[in-house]
Nanobody, 128 residues
Framework: QVQLVESGGGLVQAGDSLRLSCAAS????????MGWFGQAPGKEREFVLA??????????YYADSVKGRFTISRDDVKNTMYVQMNSLKFEDTAVYYC???????????????????WGQGTQVTVSS
């Protein structure tokens, strides 16, 4: 059973930085996709980034709204993924979820409907 636990959210001012973590356990495969999604109040869950791990290497995709500001990294020993969020904006305010799917094809990585396991989420609030 895959379990994902996010942490690192908080209340910050615009322009500040945060680092989110997603600790994973029970990963059944060595090739998979890990995604991050944000859900603002009253809105649907939106794609933030995806990290695809496969035998051929690693591919990372970012939403246009976070390119150049968010950066992903991994600690394979700890089975933990990190998202460094810099230059935070008011519109980044959301609950952030990490998600897992065994599919590593790269198709529809941006759709939350294509992920099988989810963490409980961590709140990021950016004051303007």
């Amino acid at each position: 059973q895959v379990q994902l636990v996010e942490s690192g959210g908080g209340l910050v001012q615009a322009g500040d930085s945060l680092r989110l973590s997603c600790a994973a356990s029970g990963l059944p495969f060595s090739s998979y996709t890990m995604g991050w999604f944000g859900q603002a109040p009253g809105k649907e869950r939106e794609f933030v980034l995806a990290d695809i791990i496969s035998w051929s290497g690693e591919r990372t995709y970012y939403a246009d709204s976070v390119k150049g500001r968010f950066t992903i990294s991994r600690d394979d020993v700890k089975n933990t993924m990190y998202v460094q969020m810099n230059s935070l904006k008011f519109e980044d305010t959301a609950v952030y979820y990490c998600a897992f799917r065994a599919d590593y094809s790269g198709t529809y990585y941006y759709s939350p409907n294509n992920y099988d396991y989810w963490g409980q989420g961590t709140q990021v609030t950016v004051s303007s």
